[in-house]
């Protein structure tokens, strides 16, 4: 029989058994009671007892405190993430409108550089519809109720140049794209 620990300070050659064998087993084995082929003590005597117990209360409280502390420097890594996000974030939102600013003060379309492509998408008009009622029912769509048809609206507005009855033609805002290569996510 394997001589028994007289204190906790003792315990370490035990430890290194334990470790040496919880490096051996797969996950899933870690934290149950099947662990490791360590030879295990026979506790002779309340004071040995006493040892272990007392060994046991100090490692399940090292655990809750491996808990805490993990708990804590998540919250810590989560914060930093939220802050290094917002700082690349405005850097980025930043050199956008820079290179925004600087591709309308051109008047191109398209510019390729070096390190990216930036070209000007124009908006596509579209046809909001104010008042339904008021839309000639030529251009409506055949249901069981009538519904404006939007493309035919804004085709009479590009053949006759008039705003039909019942409508306004809206343009969507010009959209600058800038392309870097692979480095977009």
């Not at 939220?82 to 850097?91: D, F, G, L, V, Y």
């Not at 930043?94 to 379309?109: D, M, N, P, V, Y």
Request: proline share 3%; net charge negative.
């Amino acid at each position: 029989m394997t001589e028994i620990p007289h204190s906790v300070e003792d315990f370490g050659q035990n430890y290194h058994d334990i470790d040496e064998s919880l490096n051996q087993l797969e996950a899933e084995v870690i934290g149950s009671h099947d662990q490791p082929d360590v030879e295990l003590v026979e506790i002779e005597g309340e004071s040995r007892a006493e040892d272990h117990l007392q060994a046991l209360a100090y490692h399940r409280n090292q655990l809750w405190k491996t808990f805490d502390h993990y708990e804590v420097e998540l919250g810590k890594i989560e914060a930093w993430r939220a802050t290094q996000e917002q700082r690349i974030s405005r850097r980025i939102a930043w050199h956008e409108r820079c290179l925004e600013a600087w591709f309308q003060s051109t008047g191109a379309k398209s510019a390729n550089l070096i390190h990216g492509k930036l070209k000007n998408i124009k908006g596509r008009e579209r046809v909001d519809i104010i008042d339904e009622d008021a839309i000639p029912a030529k251009y409506k769509n055949e249901t069981i109720t009538y519904a404006p048809d939007k493309k035919r609206i804004l085709a009479a507005l590009k053949e006759t140049g008039e705003i039909v009855e019942g409508t306004e033609v809206v343009r969507g805002e010009d959209k600058i794209v800038i392309d870097t290569p692979d480095g977009d996510q």
